[in-house]
């Protein structure tokens, strides 16, 4: 007797468990063809079905999710599937779990115990098929639909009819690495550099980094760097931003900074080379993310993968990295340090991470002399900005109207502040930004057919604001270094500001990577 049919005897209200009785065949656009239905969730069509050709293995099928989203596998086995139930009391968080980051689930178990008669059912499942439950049932399930091959399910018509069938996936490009030409060939007519196998792996600010391969090219050394992200880190970051990232909130200037630091994918990094002893500076280098299709967020409608998404896939296949795993891509080039290209035996790169920024607290000033205290977070001990020098000034636009025939006016007046610190802090440990935008540029005139439409997008480069620079450090001659800080640009003058102080921190020290040839 298999599992399933043990089960099938059990005296119990199998609908307690999200399994109700009924009908073995499913006429939904979404079950699978070749499928055995096992139970029925009771609402929504939600069911759970074996699959010919897959064995035991247990998938729910939940016809009102997104398409692309509507079936996934459960456990590798009806044992193993009733260990699921067990531990979560249930159908219910084990179907919705693909969509879910861990803290989700485990909330969503906390939230929901399991009552009086939905308990008893669960005990009588357990004693009955002489099973426990699962001890990680939500790192259990993730590792089950991560490693499944999804194109294998075959549907019907009625499926493709409803969702469309996928346009054919473009081919892979020939895998040509050139000086400075990014991923996919863009160096013109250079020639391809030699790929020389590496497989260096090592540990480094928390991440798992992999340099599979480096290429001598005629202008440089192109350099490889793939750091993996577990896809857990990256659901809890999409929970956490979801209020912003689902409804599209607006963000505050602290609200990006605080993205930017929590983002597993925003990894900011200085590296220089030394090739064979010789050190060289890092002289270009380009990158890009990639997400495996059932770590997306809940938000984003699933559909056909986009040019990026297979550019990611051809990178994990041809250096057979892990395609359940999320990763950054870095391609990184140095030039030669003398005018042949010499022969590698040995490479050594340092890798600096860059400061992140860190939101401090907001202020307002009347004017010069003014002392605003704060906390350096880096130490906990207390500093003071001080005002030197507050002003209203204005900047020459003149020289950008010949950008537009003089259709549209530019803001220019924008507040200019010095200050210094006390006690003093390191260069670049601190500045000061406007926490505004700034104004958009306007039409002086109404609109001329023959001129821009009003839907253009005008960029202007602020002096400070939100996105703005970080103080610059003037010399002068007491010693003491004055800083400098701008508001962003706007229409009318002296318009007051409200400034933000931005901390920058390091939590990662340098490290160097040794590779011998």
Not at 207 to 225: M, Q, R, T
Not at 447 to 460: C, E, I, S
Request: hydrophobic residues 35%; charged residues 25%.
């Amino acid at each position: 007797m298999t599992a399933y049919e043990k089960f099938q005897t059990l005296e119990l209200d199998k609908a307690l468990l999200g399994l109700e009785q009924g009908d073995e065949g499913s006429d939904y656009f979404c079950t699978p063809v070749g499928a055995q239905v096992i139970g029925w969730a009771g609402v929504d069509g939600i069911h759970c079905c074996f699959v010919e050709g897959f064995g035991e293995m247990v998938f729910a099928v939940s016809p009102a999710n997104l398409p692309g989203d509507y079936v996934h596998p459960l456990a590798r086995s009806f044992e193993e599937f009733v260990r699921l139930l067990l531990a979560c009391s249930g159908l219910d968080a084990a179907e919705q779990a693909h969509g879910w980051s861990r803290e989700e689930f485990d909330g969503y178990l906390a939230q929901y115990p399991p009552g009086p008669e939905q308990r008893a059912a669960l005990d009588a499942l357990g004693d009955g098929m002489g099973l426990a439950p699962m001890e990680d049932p939500y790192g259990y399930i993730k590792e089950v639909q991560s490693s499944f091959d999804y194109g294998a399910l075959r549907f019907g018509e009625d499926y493709w009819d409803f969702v469309g069938r996928p346009s054919p996936p473009p081919e892979a490009p020939a895998w040509r690495v050139t000086y400075g030409g990014g991923w996919w060939d863009r160096g013109g007519r250079q020639r391809p550099g030699t790929e020389i196998p590496v497989g260096k792996t090592f540990t480094w600010g928390g991440n798992v980094w992999h340099i599979p391969a480096v290429y001598p090219c005629g202008k440089g050394l192109a350099a490889d760097f793939c750091m993996e992200i577990e896809p857990d880190r990256m659901r809890e970051f999409w929970a956490r931003w979801r209020p912003w990232m689902a409804e599209g909130r607006a963000l505050t200037p602290e609200d990006e900074d605080r993205q930017r630091m929590e983002n597993p994918m925003s990894v900011d990094f200085d590296i220089k080379a030394s090739v064979n002893g010789r050190e060289v500076r890092r002289e270009s280098g380009s990158g890009f993310g990639w997400t495996p299709p059932d770590c997306l967020p809940d938000w984003e409608e699933a559909g056909e993968l986009n040019r990026q998404d297979y550019e990611g896939l051809w990178v994990l296949e041809h250096y057979g990295l892990d395609r359940g795993k999320c990763w950054l891509f870095r391609r990184e080039c140095f030039p030669w340090a003398a005018k042949t290209k010499p022969r590698l035996k040995r490479l050594t790169f340092t890798l600096s991470q860059l400061p992140a920024a860190l939101p401090g607290p907001r202020f307002t000033v009347s004017g010069a002399g003014e002392d605003i205290p704060f906390l350096y977070p880096a130490t906990g001990r207390e500093h003071i900005l001080h005002v030197e020098e507050y002003e209203s000034q204005e900047l020459d636009t003149g020289r950008m109207a010949h950008m537009d025939d003089g259709e549209w006016e530019y803001p220019a007046h924008f507040t200019a502040m010095t200050y210094a610190v006390w006690p003093e802090l390191p260069q670049g440990a601190v500045s000061v930004q406007d926490c505004g935008e700034g104004d958009r540029p306007r039409r002086k005139a109404p609109p001329n057919p023959m001129g821009p439409t009003a839907t253009r997008a005008v960029a202007l480069g602020v002096i400070g604001g939100a996105s703005g620079p970080a103080a610059v450090v003037l010399a002068n001659g007491s010693g003491a270094r004055r800083r400098y800080a701008c508001s962003a640009l706007r229409f009318q003058p002296g318009e007051p500001a409200e400034w933000r102080m931005v901390f920058y921190k390091k939590s990662t020290e340098d490290m160097e990577v040794n590779i011998e040839l």
